[in-house]
Structure formats: structure tokens, C-alpha cells
């Protein structure tokens, strides 16, 4: 079962969400899927795919549909005790908490064909972060070339490298980006 403070950060993030693409116009365009995936992940077992019900963000309009279509979203509220740096210096054989969920985000994207995930996670008394496969971030990056300095993690995980950084840096550059990228994929 979701912590209260999950499915208040869930809440909280589909309406951040819904105003960045609509540049402050609807918070509504996203919500929580139905109990945050596990349906899509139990119908998946049996090998059928739930439309929109796979990760933790649903849409909830024609507009919103090619986000969650082509990406695949997991929320993470909590984890204080995540540390980036144990990928690397970690000497147990246990998976990272994090490198856990980027595993589990290809798992699923394989599966419903999407093309690309984000995590986005909040410790404790931390700021939020997004985390996402490099080549999603090179495009993003590109079109916003004007936003300098936004401090990242490059992590090359044994299938794919990916970038982690501030969601508020995310939340700068221009949501139109990320709309043609889905666009063009359709």
C-alpha cells in the first residue's frame, strides 16, 4: 500500500505536470493511475497490456495521452537513505534502490513498446529529482540550449546511460519540447 506522502507527492506532481505543458493553463490533464500501475503489472504477467495504467501517471485528456503513451512515468516519495554515490562504491551485490527502479522502468517499457521513462523521486528534506535515459535529455537539451548550468549525473547503468537532475531545472525548459518529440512519434 502507497504511504500518504506518496500518493500526496503523485497528486502534486500530475498537476505540476498538467500546468507545465499547458504553460499554466489546466492542472488536470494527468492523475494517478489505478493503484499507481500494480493493475497494468498483474495484467502484465499474464501477458496483457492495460491501456494508460502502466507507472504511476495516467492521462486524463486527448492532449496528455502521447506523454504517457511514449513515457513511461515512476514517482518515488521517501528513501532517505538513497545515495547515488552506492552505485559506484557499493560492495554489496544488492541492486541500488535506484538503478532497482530504472530496471523495472525498461521492464515496462519494453513491454508496452513506450519509448522512453522518468523517474522522478523526493527524499526526505530533499529537493525532487527526475531521472531519464541520456538520449531523451540530449533532445531536451538541444532545444534549450539557453538554460546553462544545469547540474546533472551521467550514470552508465549496464543497458543504457542516464541523466539524473533537479526537477526544477526540468520544470525550465520549454514543455513544447517535449510535446513535439511525443508528436512525432505518433
Known sequence: MKSKKGTKFERSFC?????????QGRDDLFWRSTTSGARATVRAKQG???KDSHGDIMS??????????LYHWELKRGYSGMDVLAIIDLKSKKPNTLLGWVEKA????????????????KRDRKDPCICMMERT???LYRKNLSLKW??????????IPIIIMKLEDFWKWDPKT???ISRRSK
Request: charged fraction near 25%; glycine fraction near 2%; charge should be positive.
Open 48 to 50: 496483457k497490456k492495460t
Open 178 to 180: 517535449l510535446f513535439r
Open 15 to 23: 498537476k505540476l505536470l498538467s500546468l507545465w505543458i499547458t504553460e
Open 150 to 159: 544545469i547540474y546533472k549525473i551521467i550514470i552508465q547503468t549496464d543497458h
Open 60 to 69: 486524463m485528456s486527448k492532449f496528455s495521452e502521447p506523454f504517457t503513451r
Open 106 to 121: 525498461l521492464v515496462s517499457i519494453a513491454f508496452t513498446g513506450q519509448r522512453d521513462f522518468f523517474i522522478v523521486f
Open 137 to 139: 535529455y540530449d533532445k
